[in-house]
């Protein structure tokens, strides 16, 4: 069985300053992984993902990740958060077909101007 | 704008109903899924069709089915109905059906109200 783990429900930064959202994942089985975007009343946008190709993915509107096999990890980051980031992110983990696809709980991302 | 359409927007009902949520993917697309988002069980993937055929499942009660038309269009019936049914219910569609490969591209949602 697999699981994702998003350590923060709620982060804020200052408009300007480094985003950074938290992921780690577990897996009996090598995982693909997505990061995934909700803005309020809409449905998700694909950020990026990783299917065992390079290990720091770039995804669209400046978010990157970097999946770590020591750390099972896969924090998203961004270098200067901007008022339309604020949203809620989602990890998801994925092993094989959807039957095995798990969300993390997501992270409600505030830009304060 | 992803080019998934959902009808509709929204839905109010009573506990013990039947609904159905409709699907159009984008042009081109012949895969269709299904996901269910709760205030309590976060977001769920509920099925797969692909071309017409269900691909993968996942956690979909019995008291759901869905089905995907010829003209790719897809369906969600949600019957007898409970509280708990109550939900954002989103539409997303791929070209294809390999998991590690495609992209999904998610529809606006349609929202559950059970009373």
């Known amino acids: 069985a697999q699981s994702v783990t998003q350590l923060d429900s709620h982060v804020s930064v200052s408009e300007g300053t480094p985003v950074l959202l938290r992921c780690n994942y577990s897996?009996?089985?090598?995982?693909?992984l997505f990061w995934y975007v909700q803005h309020p009343n809409k449905g998700l946008q694909l950020l990026l993902k990783y299917t065992s190709a390079a290990t720091l993915v770039k995804g669209i509107n400046g978010f990157e990740a970097e999946f770590k096999k020591s750390e099972t990890s896969f924090h998203l980051t961004k270098p200067s958060a901007h008022m339309s980031d604020a949203a809620e992110y989602f990890c998801v983990v994925r092993v094989g077909g959807y039957q095995k696809v798990t969300f993390g709980t997501g992270t409600k991302l505030q830009v304060i101007p | 704008d992803s080019g998934v359409t959902q009808t509709p927007k929204h839905l109010i009902t009573a506990t013990g109903q039947r609904v159905t949520l409709r699907c159009s993917p984008r042009s081109g697309d012949l895969s269709v899924y299904w996901y269910q988002q709760s205030l309590d069980q976060g977001l769920q993937f509920l099925i797969q069709?692909?071309?017409?055929?269900?691909?993968a499942k996942g956690n979909i009660l019995e008291r759901f089915s869905a089905q995907q038309f010829p003209d790719l269009h897809s369906e969600l019936n949600l019957s007898s109905l409970e509280l708990g049914d109550s939900a954002l219910y989103f539409c997303a569609s791929s070209v294809a059906p390999n998991p590690s490969t495609d992209t999904q591209y998610f529809g606006p949602g349609t929202r559950l109200t059970v009373l």
């Open positions: 069709y692909y071309n017409g055929e269900e691909r």
């Open positions: 897996s009996s089985y090598s995982p693909s």
